[in-house]
């Protein structure tokens, strides 16, 4: 009964039916990928911190400057963020994830800002293995759990990704990730503090 209530009150507040979500954006994608979480050695070398990913890809983080580079060709792959102030924004590594499409890996790195102006969002970079280039670099919002959320639609790998009050959806397509806004979307807080989504919102 006040489950029905409580869906009925947020119909008429939005104007339209809305799915709220628990903390995951995989609910409204059909078919799911994975994420395989990726373990790290770190080591500091006078203030520069290096992160070894599966002997294959180095980063490297300091106050001047972040970039990674491929074991392969060693060249640098620069992911720097500078404020308005033209300063270095100190990026921190949380997490390496990995996932495989169509014989090519793909690390997604997760990076924590240390509060210089631009609060405590997450930075997001996905790099090709097998093509050992960057494709994709966005702030994502921080908060209850949702960031990243990938899935397969119409044999293309696609993104979702959260930044303030809006979804934005990204395709692979000719080895680029590409925005598409059409398929992007606007997002609602509720009551309990839930992100909802239109009903028909869905991939």
């Known amino acids: 009964m006040y489950k029905i209530l409580f ?4 119909s008429l507040c939005f104007g339209q039916s809305y799915n709220c979500f628990n ?3 995989d609910e409204i994608i059909s078919e799911k990928i994975e994420l395989k979480l990726v373990k790290y050695k770190q080591q500091n070398y006078n203030g520069i911190r290096c992160y070894n990913i599966d002997n294959k890809v180095k980063i490297y983080l300091s106050n001047q400057s972040s970039f990674l580079t491929a074991s392969k060709k060693g060249e640098k792959n620069l ?6 102030e033209k300063k270095n924004i100190s990026l921190n590594l949380e997490d390496v994830f990995c996932l495989k499409f169509n014989k090519d890996s793909f690390y997604i790195f997760e990076f924590k800002t240390f509060n210089q102006g631009v609060n405590s969002n997450t930075y997001n970079i996905i790099y090709s293995n097998r093509k050992e280039k960057i494709l994709f670099k966005k702030w994502n919002s921080s908060g209850n759990g949702i960031s990243n959320a990938f899935g397969v639609r119409k044999s293309n790998l696609f993104l979702l990704n959260q930044i303030r009050d809006s979804i934005n959806y ?16 606007n997002i609602k807080i509720d009551t309990l503090g839930k992100i909802c989504v239109r009903q028909d919102y869905k991939f």
């Open 23 to 25: 903390g995951s954006l």
């Open 7 to 10: 869906l009925l009150v947020t």
């Open 79 to 84: 992911f720097s963020q500078i404020t308005k």
């Open 170 to 185: 990204y395709e692979l397509r000719d080895e680029k990730i590409i925005y598409k806004a059409n398929n992007s979307t």
